[in-house]
C-alpha cells in the first residue's frame, strides 16, 4: 500500500457486497475457458490466469495472517517477512508467489481460491464497523484502516484481475 490516497469509506455492507460483485464479475472472466486456456501465459507477462487466481489467493492469505496476527496483540510484518511496501520488494514478492504455485494444478488453485475467498468473506462479515474503519485499532494497518487493506486485497484486487483476463481473452481471440 505504497502511499495510495485515502479510500472512500464503505460501510461493511457495502463493502461485502462489492466483494462479491467484484469476485463474481472476476469468475465470469475466466468461468468459459478450459484448463488449456487458464494455463496459457500472457494475461500478464508469463502468468496465466491460473497464475493470477494464486497471486490473488496469496494476497488474502497474506491479509488474513495480519489480521489474524493483529488479533492476538502481535504486529506482523507486512506485506511479508523479508518485503517492505517498496515497488522493487512487491515484485519480488509477487513473484516469490508465482514460483511457489506455478507448477500446481489448475484444480488445486481453483480449489485454494474458492476456499480463500470463503475465508476472508466470513472473516469481513464477522468485524464490525468501527473495527473495519478505525485507523489506531491494528498497530500493523497504520496509516490505514482495515477497511483499506481490504478492498485492496479484495475489491480491487479483482477488478484488476479481471480487467487483465478480459482484456488478454479479447486479444487472444
Same mark, same amino acid.
Given at each position: ?66 489480521? &489474524?496476527?493483529?488479533? &492476538? ?48 468473506? &466470513? ?51
Amino acid at each position: 500500500m505504497i502511499g495510495y490516497p485515502a479510500i472512500e469509506r464503505l460501510r461493511k455492507a457495502d463493502m461485502l457486497d462489492q466483494m462479491q460483485h467484484e469476485h463474481d464479475a472476476l469468475i465470469a472472466s475466466f468461468a468459459s475457458m478450459t484448463e488449456d486456456e487458464m494455463q496459457r501465459p500472457g494475461v500478464t507477462d508469463i502468468w496465466s490466469v491460473k497464475d493470477l487466481l494464486a497471486h490473488l489467493t496469496g494476497w488474502e492469505q497474506l491479509f488474513l495472517y495480519w489480521y &489474524r496476527a493483529g488479533l &492476538r496483540g502481535a504486529r506482523p510484518a507486512t506485506p511479508a517477512p523479508g518485503f517492505s511496501w517498496s515497488w522493487e520488494d512487491l515484485h519480488a514478492l509477487n513473484t516469490r508467489l508465482f514460483e511457489a504455485h506455478r507448477d500446481e494444478p489448475t484444480s488445486t488453485i481453483l480449489r485454494a481460491f474458492y476456499r480463500s475467498y470463503e475465508q476472508i468473506y &466470513r472473516t469481513v462479515a464477522g468485524m464490525s464497523e468501527e473495527e473495519i474503519h478505525a485507523k489506531d485499532r491494528y498497530a500493523w494497518a497504520a496509516p490505514w484502516t482495515l477497511g483499506d487493506y481490504i478492498r485492496e486485497n479484495t475489491c480491487d484486487h479483482y477488478r484488476w484481475a479481471a480487467d487483465l483476463i478480459y482484456i488478454w481473452r479479447q486479444n487472444t481471440q
